[in-house]
């Protein structure tokens, strides 16, 4: 059974930073893209970011370039986001996600796995 595990998240000021991880257990058969989401209630799931299975192409959603940076350690079976210069519109739940290819992680409706989310507020 596949678990993804967040961890990280909780409630900083403006400006502020911080770093969410993410484990993965239970995958088998081949490499895995992997990516964060993010959602606020009553509205959709969104893209934040994804990274392909070696790292080697990686993609943001404009909100985020420039602020945010993922990265994955294939050995640990993680996913990591660090997010800089954090803003009030940045506070959402935070969810990890896999999937077979980036292509996958585009949009919520074709990823295989999620996690249970993490909770990010950004407030004075």
């Known amino acids: 059974q596949v678990q993804a595990v967040e961890s990280g998240g909780g409630l900083v000021q403006p400006g502020e930073s911080l770093r969410l991880s993410c484990a993965v257990s239970?995958?088998?058969?081949?490499?895995?893209?992997m990516g964060w989401f993010r959602q606020t209630p009553g509205k959709e799931r969104e893209f934040v970011a994804r990274?392909?299975?070696?790292?080697?192409?990686?993609s943001y959603a404009d909100s985020v370039k420039g602020r945010f940076t993922i990265s994955r350690d294939n050995v640990k079976k993680m996913v990591l986001l660090q997010m800089n210069d954090l803003k009030p519109e940045d506070t959402a739940v935070y969810y990890c996600?896999?999937?077979?290819?980036?292509?996958?992680?585009?949009?919520?409706?074709?990823?295989?796995?999620w996690g249970q989310g993490t909770q990010v507020t950004v407030s004075s």
């Open positions: 990274i392909s299975w070696d790292g080697g192409v990686i």
């Open positions: 996600a896999v999937g077979p290819t980036l292509i996958h992680l585009a949009s919520p409706l074709s990823v295989d796995y």
């Open positions: 239970g995958l088998t058969g081949g490499s895995r893209a």
